[in-house]
């Protein structure tokens, strides 16, 4: 079973929005990690890159600063399920978006080595 799946993804026109979303199933950690949750994107050509964080209370997020005011990231501890919502999207946010979850107790969030597993991803596509 696939631990994180991603959906929500599509083609906007430019500043249009999309919400992403990422089911995560049951996954086991050990104590030197915590349940934190990010959500990276990959464009083409290009490294992959953190977007957004959050973690595991849900009282701690953080940004890139592409998407800072544009872009929120949020989880429902309940349904087991992260959101990404991006609106005001441009060109520069065509990717493919992945959910990661589970980080290591210390380290920058948008260390992709941090991370635990990884979803398969959703492709965004934003035109001008």
């Known amino acids: 079973q696939v631990p994180l799946v991603e959906s929500g993804g599509g083609s906007v026109q430019a500043g249009g929005s999309l919400r992403l979303s990422c089911a995560a199933s049951q996954y086991t950690y050990s104590t030197y990690n915590t349940n934190c949750m990010a959500w990276f994107r990959q464009g083409s050509g290009k490294e992959r890159e953190g977007v957004a964080y959050i973690s595991e209370s849900g009282r701690t997020t953080d940004y890139a600063d592409s998407v800072k005011g544009r872009f929120t990231i949020s989880r429902d501890s309940a349904k087991n399920t992260l959101y990404l919502q991006m609106n005001s999207l441009n060109p520069d946010d065509t990717a493919m978006y992945y959910c990661?979850?589970?980080?290591?107790?210390?380290?920058?969030?948008?260390?992709?080595?941090?991370?635990?597993?990884w979803g398969q991803g959703t492709q965004v596509t934003v035109s001008s």
């Open positions: 990661a979850a589970v980080c290591s107790a210390s380290g920058n969030w948008r260390e992709v080595r941090l991370y635990k597993y």
